[in-house]
């Protein structure tokens, strides 16, 4: 399969059934993919027993053998089991088979050492919304991935949400930003529902709220006015959001902002190279 065409089913085979591997399993389904052309593999019984009765999909603790049915083995381990996880399946794989990987870090010129020469090989950093169809993915191709490859990735993702086409050398900054960015997220709603349930609300209520609001304000800036010019249209002359967002300045938000990205970052380029 070197230039698979939109519109085939190809035996698409998620190894790791953890919590992205079941996102982006979640959403093949979602997207139309038939069951019976989905494996996943994962080193837990227990995990693929709840995933096989969840989704309806045949279940394996062989990576390899998974690998050598498949015309496209999406890799869904942690960063650091991808070499042990390439070595299993280098021997297995068909010619063509597309090698789609969503580790963080892990460069692709590690997958193209370990696997045969010509694989093709498309890096993913996708993020959890995506399984609700509010996620968001940058996807890189290889030396041997072509158009049809890249097409074909974003049909698997398709389900997933935004899909965005980025060079490998983007990657690190992606993963900080979408990849690692729902947690920051949580994190302010988390604190939002918190500060309001210290100003007396009751936490059910500031959960709501703090839920709500995010979710407005991120559907409201997805019609692509600015963010300076939604905040300015909160915040009235000398009213309530302008001493709101100056005691966010005043502790240094923005820059917590910053360093966090900046930390994720350089976590991405360590876990690139160990
Ligand atoms: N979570 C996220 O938001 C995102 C994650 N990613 C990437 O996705 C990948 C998976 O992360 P995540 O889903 O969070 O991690 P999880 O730990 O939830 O999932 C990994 C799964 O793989 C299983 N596993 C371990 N070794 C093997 C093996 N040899 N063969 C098959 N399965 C194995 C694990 O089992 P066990 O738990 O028993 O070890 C686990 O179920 C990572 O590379 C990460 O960088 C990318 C973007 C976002
Ligand atoms: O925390 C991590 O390493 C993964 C990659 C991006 C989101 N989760």
Known sequence: MTEQQPGTNAAVAVLGGGVMGEALLSALLTGGWPAHQVEVTDQ??????????RYGVRTGDSNAQAAQRADVVLLAVKP?????????????LRGGTLVVSVAAGVPLATYEQHLPTGTPVVRVMPNTPAV???GASAIAPGAHAGEGHLVLTERILAATGLVVRVAEKDL????????????????????????GVLLGLTRDLATRLAVATVEGAGALAAQGEHPVVLRERVSSPGGTTV???AALDAHGVRA???AAARAA???SKELGRS
């Not at 837990?44 to 096989?52: F, I």
């Not at 650091?80 to 070595?87: G, I």
């Open 243 to 245: 001493a709101g967002v």
């Open 265 to 267: 970052y350089e976590r």
């Open 256 to 258: 917590g902002v910053v």
């Open 132 to 134: 609700v169809g509010k």
């Open 80 to 92: 650091n089991v991808v070499p042990a996880v390439l070595a299993q399946i280098a021997p297995q």
């Open 44 to 53: 837990s019984p227990d995990r693929l027993a709840a995933l096989a009765e």
């Open 172 to 195: 690190d900054a992606v993963t900080a930003i979408s990849g690692s960015g729902p947690a920051y997220a949580f994190y302010l709603i988390d604190a939002m529902a918190e500060a």
